[in-house]
């Protein structure tokens, strides 16, 4: 599928350990932004595109909760979270707000022992699985003491990243909470599987334009390969008349000398 859609996943740069959360962590600082830079920035932004991750094969999802200010007719879930979004109805680039940090939330269940009670030997280690995994975007203008690994982060008091004649870098973070669910491996994707009105809707424009090609392919090529062999019948046909009136064995009165 991926390579029917185009996509090619690639690893990142985010670092995920088992049960181990992560407050804030420095991701990578982009270099002097210039003003071509943030041009393009504006335009993906203007453009809505969306940073997509994979964990233990389950895509990245934003979860809405009823009511969202940002989002309000958007569906529970949304692939991907967003790169930025416009605060205003104008083009100017102090009006793009960027979401330089992200709050990954992963969901786990544990493995049930298949050891019985009462049997000697020492305890097997408790397993595992990813069972959801969630991303909520946040716009951060960071301090050299705001992103700590060993401190809370309080968003609020840093003020937002816009691409205002102020901002000359971007730094991007992100933290993991680890929360344990009673959710099954079976229906781990449940959650996906109802996802998006709008994602469901593109895949149907996509069903309707590969049908509506196939039809018209093999519309054309059923009409040439009828006209095809029309044509060699009709040919064989003639050729047919053209030696049954050669060998046409002469009788009458032409015979008699």
Known sequence: SQILLGEKVQPSLYRASMLRNVTCECLCRSLALRDKEKAVLSRRIEQQYRMNLVLDGLPLVERFTEGSLRKPNNPSVLKGCPLGFSAAKDQSDSSRIIYNHVDLTIEYSVVPSTTKKGTFGPEPEPRYRVVGFYGSPQSIRHTQSSCSPDRQLFPGNCGVLTLGPET????????????????????????????????????WVSLANSIAVLTLLTFMVALIIIRTVRRDLLRYQSMGDALAYNFKEETGWKLIN
């Open 168 to 203: 000359t870098t971007i730094l991007w973070t992100y933290s993991i909470r680890w929360i344990k669910r009673d959710i099954p491996w079976s229906t781990r994707w449940d959650m996906y599987l109802q996802g998006s009105s709008r994602d469901a809707r593109i895949q």
